[in-house]
């Protein structure tokens, strides 16, 4: 079915057909999640009382929205295709002290609306402040939900200081496109203007001789709109609250295969190019210059090396040939290595496809979940791949106990994250937040990781064991050889800090836009951008992984084996460290769950930076050091 499609530059999953209204047409909008980027904690649309329709009807979501604390729900609203509204009342409620504090806490803490319609986020339409260079005017800002209220403030008209107001007027405009090629319209954008107004009318309010069974309004007619010049609606005191809304209609040449396009590029393209190309740009530089400088060594190297005839000129000699016979000794713990470098191949291989469905346009923002739902779905699968690593390296390390290595890399970096996400959904739960996973999903996750990605290590296992043993190019000794002293900057802490910096410098751009989409939410879709970073950062991590090793082994010191993946994977602990910087500068927090939240997140993100990092120097180094050692005479 996907070669049929016609070629459009559009990123929406083939199969994924559009939904074309009559006019008269029902048009269902659906609620979302309150989120808000102060507390990073979603609550469920009705766990404030708004207006509810006879019957809520949960809708179906996938594994990934189930994850990200989404909750989508149907709403009361009554949308008809091409039928405008103008000043409808959807409910009238009374509202106790204690519900006007709730909805007051989630206005003070910068709560927002998420709607959906026709699977299509709801935009905010912001009134840009009046200046001396330009008059006031609107502006479209393409976000994920609107305001749910403000705080008053003395440069807020009619508004008072401490006193919290609720948008309980909203205007919405529905862009649609038609074409000859079909009938109906196509939805293509979806714009909600917020306003707070106070409305009053003559009592009673119950009218039932009347078409809407409740008195008119004094504050907003079809003749006369609502404007934000209007007293607002407070939520200091229990009161009463009318809840309205308007439908707009408006005709967009804008095509419904680039309706995402206002959202997924909104951000300064110039400044993103500018950011990665200098990021490029400086790590090509290094890179290109450390290789060069490596050539050259190196091949001077086994040109000496190669040209010695006598036993006495090879005993003057020094450098990296003098441990040949213990290069290859198996390091200690040498099982756990296995599974470190396993673990990592199995998140590089996660990665890997990620980026080849996100590039090819299947991870799309407006598949909702998905990117989540790959993510996991992959990593389980992957297990293959991470019990054949952790095997064969085992086996050609000599190594017996292979029944525990391969139950270490089923258990031991899932094990570890599994925790860390628990303990951290319970206090998502304590804060009764719809972000809290539910137990079906977790007894989901369990059998996914019990049933699916167990017996495919085990498998990969046995097959990696079945495959002939590594060989390598020389023999080690009985004895191991005496590890002369080290200059303080050949120290294992100093180089594997070190090596560290330079993998981190090639992501870190790129990382603060990753971090405002997931904590600040942003849309992210330059997966072109991430894949060139992606590449740049195996690069850099195979290099100075190398060049580290080879510096190591000159001075003498055959210990390469933990090094290698430890220099390029201490850029984890940068990435983390940069995480805690990146909150204390562009984010504020206002409860303590949220920044534990925030840092066990990060902890994990930065933890599988460190295993994929890690195992790519590792596996860099290990094809480095056989390949120099092969090319040498060994008498």
């Known amino acids: 079915m996907a070669f049929t499609l016609p070629a459009v530059p559009s990123f929406y999953l083939p199969g994924v057909a559009p939904i074309e209204y009559a006019d008269g047409a029902k048009v269902d909008l659906k609620v979302n999640k309150l989120t808000s980027t102060k507390t990073q904690l979603p609550y469920e649309w009705y766990s404030l009382p708004f207006c509810r329709p006879a019957e809520i009807i949960y809708m179906a979501e996938n594994l990934g929205e189930v994850m990200r604390g989404d909750r989508i729900e149907n709403s009361g609203y009554e949308i008809k295709m091409n039928v405008e509204e103008s000043c409808k009342v959807l409910c009238r409620m009374s509202y106790t ?31 840009e402040p009046a200046s001396r260079a330009s008059p006031s005017r609107i502006i479209t800002i393409y976000e ?15 508004t008072k200081e401490g006193v919290n107001y609720v948008y309980n007027h909203h205007r919405m405009v529905f862009k649609y496109h038609t074409d000859p090629a079909f009938d109906g319209s196509r939805l293509v954008g979806f714009e909600v203007e917020p306003f707070s107004v106070q409305h009053t009318y003559a009592e009673p309010y119950i009218r039932p001789h009347l078409p809407d069974g409740h008195a008119p309004l004094d504050t907003c007619s079809a003749a006369k709109p609502v404007v934000h010049n209007l007293p607002p609606q407070s939520m200091s005191t229990a009161s009463e ?12 040449d804008v095509k419904w295969a680039s309706r995402w396009d206002v959202y997924l590029y909104a951000t300064d393209e110039q400044i993103h190019w500018f950011s990665i190309v200098n990021s490029f740009m400086i790590v090509l530089f290094l890179t290109g210059m450390l ?15 190669n040209d010695i005839e006598t036993k006495e000129e090879a005993a003057e000699e020094s450098g990296w040939k003098l441990v040949h016979g213990d290069v290859f000794r198996p390091p200690h713990r040498a099982g756990l290595l296995c599974v470190y470098v396993g673990t990592g191949v199995q998140v590089l291989g996660m990665t890997v496809v990620t980026m080849i469905f996100a590039v090819l346009g299947f991870l799309s923002p407006s598949n909702r979940g998905a990117l989540m739902t790959a993510l996991i779905l992959l990593f389980t699968l992957m297990g293959l791949l991470a019990g054949f690593v952790s095997a064969r390296l085992y086996k050609g390390l000599g190594g017996r106990e292979w029944r525990m290595v391969t139950l270490k890399t089923a258990f031991m970096f899932p094990g570890i994250v599994f925790a860390i996400f628990f303990t951290l959904n319970l206090f998502i739960w304590g804060q009764k937040s719809s972000g809290a996973v539910p137990f079906g999903t977790l007894l989901a996750l369990l059998v996914m990781w019990f049933c699916i990605s167990v017996p495919l290590v085990y498998l990969g296992s046995y097959l990696g064991y ?14 191991p050889r005496a590890i002369p002293a080290q200059a303080w900057y050949t120290t294992p802490t100093f ?11 090639a992501v870190f751009i790129e990382l603060f836009f990753i971090l405002s989409s997931i904590w600040l939410h942003q849309y992210y879709y330059v997966f072109g951008f991430l894949l060139i970073v992606f590449l740049i950062l195996l690069i ?42 990146y909150m204390s500068t562009k984010m504020v927090m206002t409860r303590g769950v949220s920044i534990l939240l925030y840092c066990g997140y990060m902890l994990i993100a930065a933890y599988s930076f460190f295993m994929l990092t890690g195992a790519m120097g590792f596996i860099a180094c290990f094809i480095f050091v056989r390949s120099i050692y092969a090319a040498v005479k060994v008498e």
Request: some cysteine; aromatic content about 16%.
């Open 144 to 158: 994920r939900g609107f305001p749910l209220g403000f705080k008053g403030s003395p440069d807020i008209p009619g």
């Open 466 to 479: 079945r495959i002939d043993v590594l060989s390598f190019p020389t023999k080690t000794n009985m004895i």
């Open 97 to 127: 002290d204690q519900q006007m504090h709730d909805f007051s806490a989630k206005i003070v803490e910068d709560y927002r609306v998420n709607w959906i319609v026709d699977n299509l986020p709801a935009a905010t339409r912001v009134v």
């Open 291 to 305: 290789a060069m400088i490596m050539l050259r060594t190196l091949h001077r190297d086994l040109r000496r090396y």
């Open 495 to 505: 180089s594997v800090l070190v090596g560290g910096i330079l993998p981190f410098g």
């Open 241 to 252: 609250v009318i809840w309205t809304y308007d439908v707009r209609w408006e005709y967009s």
């Open 540 to 581: 850099t991590c195979a290099e100075i992984a190398i060049v580290m090793c080879y510096f190591q082994l000159c001075a003498e010191d055959y210990n390469w084996w933990w090094r290698s993946f430890l220099t390029s994977g201490s850029s984890g602990l940068y990435l983390f460290i940069y995480s805690i910087i």
